[in-house]
């Protein structure tokens, strides 16, 4: 083993900070990594096995483990995906001359379809988002944060982390850094474009005003004095909660990225096209774009079933001849 080769006992460091270096995986994803695996090397460890000496068997005996532990299909299905990750990362760095992850079918996940809200809700809780708000900077910061994600179904860690630089230029796009690093153009509606006009000018004076003191201005869109620089998760996750009560929405119903889906189902139901639904969300393969079929289909069903006239079993029979 070289000096620059991983032990067996750092194989897990080394591949979550090629995740981060190489694939720019956000905190969240590493940190779900580093669970998983650590699960995996310490059941390893407990068997006298490690991850250079595990077989196919090995980790097939894992999964049935986990099986065992009545873990849900979707958390077996991650675990084992992120032991896949790390075999091929092993491989690929010649940690091991083979990948004995790689023929290994995972339980799959079960078919869940994602909560979603109509029109209706998502215009109560925009309604909610200009009069909610102790001055009237937070409520043109709550307006803009609110468009922007009903306009964009940007994912919530993409949306609180937004640079200045990205909201300037064109008013009529937005430029989204996404996973990966991966940055997408999404187009902006009316409203989400004089909602952001309105927060920049704010930005701005605030801007003028910390320069004259010696200050630098926040690169951050949504600055806060939080450790990150920028609006936390947990906060915006806090404060659509906030709006949905103002609104007379169910707070249940309502995340951050109940919004993202209503975003792609309304898109959908007024015609839009699946391909484009895909390049708007960022999404790697339309197959994860397509599970929005299935809740418009599901929503018409329900309307079918709600209103058609056949649909009641208790109403009595008309004879119409």
């Known amino acids: 083993m070289s000096a620059n080769t991983p032990s067996d006992a750092h194989w897990i460091s080394a591949f979550l900070q090629a995740q981060a270096a190489e694939q720019g995986a956000a905190d969240n994803t590493l940190a779900a990594y580093a669970r998983d695996l650590a699960d995996f090397a310490d059941w390893l460890a407990n068997t006298g096995l490690t991850p250079s000496n595990a077989q196919q068997t090995d980790i097939e005996r894992y999964l049935v483990h986990l099986d065992a532990q009545g873990l849900a299909k979707s958390t077996r299905a991650r675990r084992l995906s992120a032991v896949k990750q790390l075999y091929r990362f092993a491989f690929e760095d010649r940690l091991r001359a083979d990948n004995p992850a790689m023929r290994i079918k995972g339980p799959g996940r079960e078919t869940r379809l994602p909560k979603t809200l109509s029109e209706d809700e998502v215009d109560r809780l925009l309604d909610a988002a200009r009069t909610h708000g102790r001055s009237q900077k937070d409520r043109v910061r709550n307006t803009c944060l609110m468009e922007l994600l009903y306009a964009t179904g940007m994912r919530v860690s993409e949306l609180v982390s937004l640079p200045v630089a990205a909201a300037r230029g064109n008013p009529q796009m937005l430029l989204i ?145």
């Not at 600055?223 to 009560?245: C, N, P, Q």
């Open 177 to 321: 850094r996404g996973k990966g690093g991966k940055e997408r153009m999404v187009p902006l509606s009316p409203p989400a474009r004089t909602a952001l006009s309105e927060w920049l000018t704010l930005l701005d004076e605030d801007a003028e005003t910390a320069r004259t003191k010696g200050h630098p201005p926040s690169p951050y869109l949504f600055a806060s004095t939080a450790k990150l620089g920028h609006l936390t998760r947990h906060r915006f996750y806090a404060l659509i909660k906030e709006l949905a009560v103002a609104g007379g929405v169910s707070p249940a119903k309502v995340t951050p990225h109940t919004l993202r889906h209503a975003f792609a189902t309304h898109l959908l139901a007024n015609g839009a096209d699946l391909m484009a639904i895909q390049t708007l969300l960022g999404h790697a393969d339309v197959a994860t774009t397509e599970i929005y079929t299935h809740v418009l289909e599901a929503r018409l069903q329900a309307l079918v079933l709600q209103h058609h006239p056949l649909a009641q079993t208790d109403t009595a029979a008309v004879d119409l001849d």
